[in-house]
């Protein structure tokens, strides 16, 4: 009769931990939709409906922005440098690099819904207990004692925490493939802007040496009028510092030149020199077109990588404070832990009778039910901590409106610059001829002795100015046209079909690391740049291995 008043709680206990444990599991699963936190909402983002400059003949609105807008220009070597640009840049592969590091960031955070504490264990312990301890139950002091199971705990999803967790790792990933496309457009720019930077300067060396050939005929008529004893030695001193003067801008021209093709080799993986072979066929400065055709202000959220990057990274923070919040509830876990035991230490035994008989049915044991943790008097802590991630929601939330507003403003600036330029070129170049031809009079009537030389040295001056003045306006239409493309997001589509990171590469990692099903990362696709709801991520989802 006692003995079955002892077992009767003990079984109860079993059941109620065990019925315990299902219902609360059960609810966890009811309860799939619900989640503590906001959920994320796009931000609104002032932005106008058309460009200030729509109404210009030169711009075609609504139609969408060439994806390889570089051709435009008609050179092949622009689009070779691209290319190569896009296969070898090494900050790029970083980025691309980045991609991986936050799938396998997503794996783990896909893994805490499971069981979060997971343990394989075994001993083997050789006790000696003292003959004069407290405890007298050991009749043997000298024993030996082998253990090996499974335990495990499971924090339940009952707030959401997890499922806000997957939510920020989602947004977080594709946040990382916008920044790629982010960094791609903006590698396009820059070698397009480098590249019109070199033959900008190719340019101005051959129009300065022109120059010094020019100022060289002036100098020997200058010579000949005063050794003949027409003119004073004044003139010659003068005629010898403009050219002077004109040959030392050379070399500070080369030493632009060499280090903007430093520039190029740099973000074409290459070391410097190696492009030089890739520079010898083309010459001039890039030509751009004379009408350009963008897209409307609105597209730009949907095709500039940073704003859709400033949107994700808002929605990654947005699930954070969920998963602060979750911290202000109690926590419910379930524990559970099997194994076999077996000792000596009834001394009945020998000494290695229980490890043989460590896996008989009499040596099983097991443990389980639910336990619920509340961090009560840790509440201001975890309040100050929601505090916090919704501080940094709101600043995300502002970046991305300022990101929108710049990105107007890039726009804007471009277009006009493009616009602009190409006015001014129409100016300067009625000015470079009215210059030559100053200069063709002046020296005709020095040789006549009709005007000093001062004359022909401000007219030699001046056209040096007017023409180093039309390269630079010439070369302002193709860097202007360049940002107008960058500001509008052009470019990044040449990653679309292709992975982001090298064939070698990915062997290389495979080497070192099982990457399992993480490489190669796909090139993201414009539908999938979306953030999830947290309604659409299950309490298990399947496992990101």
Known sequence: MHSH?????????????????????????????????????????????????KDDSRVATKTAVDSQWWRAFNDPTFDKLIKLAYQQNLPLQITGLRILEARARLGI???????????IFGSATKVGVSENGANKAFLNQDFSDYQVGFDAVWELDFWGKFRRDVQAAHASLIASEADYDDALVSLTAEVALTYTVIRTLEERIELTRENVKLQEEGLKI???????????????????ALLESTRASIPTLQSGLRQAQNALSTLLGQPPGAIQTLLDG??????????VAISVPAELLRRRPDIRSAELSAAAQCARIGIAKADLYPAFSLFGEIGFQSSNNGG?????????????????????GPQVQWQFFNYGRIENNVRVQDARFQQLIVNYKNTVLRAAQESEDALIGFLKAQEATAFVQNSVHAAHRSVEIALVQYREGAVDYQRVLDTQRALLQEEIRLTDTRSSIATNLIALYKALGGGWELRQGQPVISESMQAEMRKRTYWGRLLPPPSPKPENLSPVPVRDIPVLKKPYW
């Open 222 to 240: 200058a010579e000949s009028r005063f050794s003949n004893g027409i003119t004073t030695e004044l003139d010659v001193t003068q005629a010898r």
């Open 5 to 53: 008043n002892v077992a009767k709680p003990a079984m109860y206990g079993r059941h109620w931990a065990t019925a315990g444990a299902v219902s609360l599991l059960s609810l966890v699963f009811v309860l799939n939709g619900c989640a503590v936190g906001p959920d994320f909402v796009k931000p609104e983002a002032d932005i106008h409906e058309n460009w200030s400059e």
């Open 282 to 291: 083309q010459n001039g400065i890039p030509t751009a077109p004379e009408e």
């Open 348 to 368: 009945v035994q020998s000494n290695n009778a229980h490890f043989d008989n460590l896996f008989d049915a009499s040596s099983f044991f097991y443990s389980f």
């Open 109 to 119: 955070a896909i893994g805490r819904q499971f069981p979060q504490q997971q343990d």
